[in-house]
T-cell receptor, first 114, second 113 residues
Framework: KNQVEQSPQSLIILEGKNCTLQ??????????LRWYKQDTGRGPVSLTI?????NTKSNGRYTATLDADTKQSSLHITASQLSDSASYIC?????????????FGKGTLLTVNP | GAGVSQTPSNKVTEKGKYVELRCDPI?????LYWYRQSLGQGPEFLIY????????DSGLPNDRFFAVRPEGSVSTLKIQRTERGDSAVYLC???????????FGPGTRLLVL
């Protein structure tokens, strides 16, 4: 069964600090991995997307890494801001005919305090 | 509008009632998806439309759930004989193709009393 596991479940940090969120997946055959940010009461918004051949992708203060051999990904947030408080969801899609079907993790709830 | 919109934003209904949830995708997007998100969980796939037809409805939990997209744009998710377990956030997403980035709407929060 295709699964995406994320850790930690929740995280509290002080404004200005860095943090790293983890994602492990068992989705196969792998197509790509995305990190989404979901603010409270809003829909998820895509931050980064990585395919099998990419091992790092940056979007401003967000840097995602991918190790396709160990099926692990991380999202590193640099110099956190209060607006970074949200749920961060790791999402993996399969290749082939069902490439539209996304498998979501449960998310890591990040709280950035002043 | 520029993004995916969903109405209503909140819906409270009584057990056994019928509800309709509406999704307006991004203009020109041929693919449309419905997801259900329970508290503390990631979204779960319900159904995928390519144009007017449901290309994959394998995520619909039972025959009380039905979705349509008659003109290949707006979609309606219909739930009959609602149950308390149907309470969740129903998210709609659209994309320019089946493998392209999905853009999500803000969701409809359904509460069945």
């Amino acid at each position: 069964k295709n699964q995406v596991e994320q850790s930690p479940q929740s995280l509290i940090i002080l404004e200005g600090k860095n943090c790293t969120l983890q994602c492990n997946y068992t989705v196969s055959p792998f197509s790509n991995l995305r990190w989404y940010k979901q603010d409270t009461g809003r829909g998820p918004v895509s931050l980064t997307i990585m395919t099998f051949s990419e091992n790092t992708k940056s979007n401003g203060r967000y840097t995602a890494t991918l190790d396709a051999d160990t099926k692990q990904s991380s999202l590193h947030i640099t110099a956190s801001q209060l607006s970074d408080s949200a749920s961060y969801i790791c999402v993996v899609s399969v290749s082939g005919g069902s490439n539209y079907k996304l498998t979501f993790g449960k998310g890591t709830l990040l709280t950035v305090n002043p | 509008g520029a993004g995916v919109s969903q109405t209503p934003s909140n819906k409270v209904t009584e057990k056994g009632k019928y509800v309709e949830l509406r999704c307006d995708p991004i203009s020109g997007h041929t693919a449309l998806y419905w997801y259900r998100q329970s508290l503390g969980q990631g979204p779960e796939f319900l159904i995928y439309f390519q144009g007017t037809g449901a290309a994959d409805d394998s995520g619909l939990p039972n025959d009380r759930f039905f979705a349509v997209r008659p003109e290949g744009s707006v979609s309606t998710l219909k739930i009959q004989r609602t149950e308390r377990g149907d309470s969740a956030v129903y998210l709609c997403a659209s994309s320019s193709g089946g493998r392209e980035t999905q853009y999500f709407g803000p969701g409809t929060r359904l509460l069945v009393l």
